[in-house]
């Protein structure tokens, strides 16, 4: 406050005194703290008289409109795994405003009190969101240590982690560049390059056991891209991996009862050939991925494989491998 009153006293000249225009700050920040209720922290402890807005001053809500604010109770709903639990704290008083913004407008709609405050109450209880799969419950994952590697990937530091993994169970000691976060439904990965290598790897954050800063610089492969990368999938790859991220033209033969694929095909311009049967062909040209294979898998008969034929290979043999099981299942 005092630094505040000199900056002040030196533009607007020596007519009042810099003690002066003190007393008008503290005034002014009193009557801020009388209209917004604990939305200041006071240091006391010197002369200084050091103020900071606290993280849940609803005077920080003011400057968003009410379609942000209904934008962050959607989050509060849907949230992500690549917030930490820190970033969720700090936009806690966002999300809490954000039904009141619901309520503001439907006042300002012309709606009474009782029935403004009904529907901020209901309005995101009418919102749902679908995962393309089942809902899987996501993985466990140590809040310290998402904020560690949170921080690493944003400063560009080097990590050193002791990671476990599946299926062995064997624990490892490395020091890796953190090149990015990648969310697949309830996973959440680290894409980090090995020291020493170019070798670019997953991680699950739900499998890292420790992870430290060591405050060096990470260093990415060179020309790499996390777009790229993604191409090639985030599954452990089962062909070789030259395979992986290069368009391939994949010709599928489905059933009748999925003419929904003709309305979200897999990727853009498929040619479709219709059959008479109210069967169809689609032709389209995109990478191949285990993503895709798991897919296909679940696709059962409704979709077949017609080209290419790895891939082909590759469905006939984890399909004959899942009806061997239910064979003897059923053979009890």
Request: proline share 5%.
């Amino acid at each position: 406050m005092n630094k505040m009153a000199e900056m002040l006293h030196d533009n607007w000249g020596a007519s009042h005194s810099a003690e002066s225009k003190r007393r008008k700050i503290s005034n002014n920040l009193k009557k801020i703290e009388e209209t917004y209720p604990n939305c200041l922290d006071w240091d006391k402890t010197s002369r200084e008289h050091r103020f900071r807005m606290k993280e849940t001053a609803p005077l920080l809500l003011k400057p968003l409109s009410q379609e942000q604010l209904m934008a962050f109770g959607l989050l509060s709903k849907f949230g992500t795994d690549l917030l930490t639990h820190e970033a969720h704290r700090a936009l806690s008083p966002f999300f809490d405003a954000a039904q009141d913004a619901v309520v503001d407008m439907a006042r300002e709609a012309g709606l009474g009190v009782r029935v403004s405050e009904d529907l901020g109450r209901k309005w995101l209880g009418k919102i749902a969101v679908l995962p393309a799969v089942l809902p899987f419950c996501p993985p466990a994952v140590d809040e310290e240590i998402k904020q560690t590697v949170h921080k690493a990937v944003l400063m560009e530091h080097c990590l050193r982690l002791r990671i476990v993994h599946s299926p062995s169970r064997e624990e490892e000691e490395c020091e890796v560049s953190p090149l990015a976060l990648v969310q697949q439904g309830v996973r959440t990965y680290l894409i980090a390059r090995r020291t020493g290598t170019n070798r670019v790897d997953r991680i699950l954050m739900a499998r890292i056991l420790q992870a430290t800063s060591s405050f060096e610089t990470a260093q990415a492969p060179a020309n790499w891209s996390l777009g790229e990368f993604l191409k090639q999938g985030i599954g452990h790859p089962v062909f070789p991996k030259d395979i992986y991220g290069k368009l391939e033209h994949i010709e599928l033969r489905i059933n009748a009862g999925s003419q929904w694929l003709k309305e979200t095909p897999l990727a853009p311009d498929p040619v479709i050939e219709e059959h008479a049967d109210g069967s169809f062909t689609m032709k389209v040209e995109m990478p191949i991925t285990e993503e895709l294979v798991h897919w296909l898998l679940s696709m059962a008969f409704h979709v077949r494989v017609v080209q290419p034929g790895f891939l082909v290979t590759r469905m006939a043999d984890d399909l004959s491998k899942s009806a061997a099981m239910y064979r003897q299942a059923v053979a009890g």
